[in-house]
T-cell receptor, first 114, second 116 residues
Framework: DADVTQTPRNRITKTGKRIMLECSQTKGHDRMYWYRQDPGLGLQLIYYSFDVKDINKGEISDGYSVSRQAQAKFSLSLESAIPNQTALYFC?????????????FGPGTRLTVL | AQKVTQAQTEISVVEKEDVTLDCVYETRDTTYYLFWYKQPPSGELVFLIRRNSFDEQNEISGRYSWNFQKSTSSFNFTITASQVVDSAVYFCALSGAIYNTDKLIFGTGTRLQVFP
């Protein structure tokens, strides 16, 4: 079974709808991250969390919110989706503290906003 | 500023050719870490290597090798005798001990296409 799972894997929604993307991990990592990937732009950090009480904004947090329900769960919400939020979204986890830690990525959620 | 530049947007080669993917970085940190990830057509991100700023030894893993040069702020990735299965987008990333600790700064990626 995958260590980092994301649901749904694909989602098509309409402008103005609220949508939640969920991430779960069985790796026991404290740190969790949400990224979006757009063609030609690489991965940009939306939000990150070091534990359930520590949530931080990334480079592109406008239009998004997150919830860290438990160590293993980190959800990303789009309160009112807009077409330019169409992208591939990745959740990632990392163990402990330190710049040397690699991040482990989920399979991604492809979101289309019409 | 913390920045990673992958100037090659797309590279096409024929199978068995060697190919080098360039990565240039900027950082204020004196201790930092560099990473390469592979994103095959299936979309997942696969960790390939991590390098710390104090270790400039080149690394080889099978057909993959990495050349880290602090003098030119580069961490280049070479695939020897490329294969069709190497076709993917490759990302270079940076993390710093003080600035951007626990966060990865990604380059924009290089799409490698290997033709049979």
């Amino acid at each position: 079974d995958a260590d980092v799972t994301q649901t749904p894997r694909n989602r098509i929604t309409k402008t103005g709808k609220r949508i939640m993307l969920e991430c779960s991990q069985t790796k026991g990592h404290d740190r969790m991250y949400w990224y979006r990937q757009d063609p030609g732009l690489g991965l940009q950090l939306i939000y990150y969390s070091f534990d359930v009480k520590d949530i931080n904004k990334g480079e592109i947090s406008d239009g998004y919110s997150v919830s860290r329900q438990a160590q293993a769960k980190f959800s990303l919400s789009l309160e009112s989706a807009i077409p330019n939020q169409t992208a591939l979204y990745f959740c990632a986890t990392a163990p402990g503290q330190g710049a040397y830690n690699e991040q482990f990525f989920g399979p991604g959620t492809r979101l289309t906003v019409l | 500023a913390q920045k990673v530049t992958q100037a090659q947007t797309e590279i096409s080669v024929v199978e068995k050719e060697d190919v080098t993917l360039d990565c240039v970085y900027e950082t204020r940190d004196t201790t930092y870490y560099l990473f390469w990830y592979k994103q095959p057509p299936s979309g997942e991100l696969v960790f390939l290597i991590r390098r710390n700023s104090f270790d400039e030894q080149n690394e080889i893993s099978g057909r993959y090798s990495w050349n880290f040069q602090k003098s030119t702020s580069s961490f280049n990735f070479t695939i020897t005798a490329s294969q069709v299965v190497d076709s993917a987008v490759y990302f270079c990333a940076l993390s710093g001990a003080i600035y951007n600790t626990d966060k990865l700064i990604f380059g924009t990626g290089t799409r490698l296409q290997v033709f049979p």
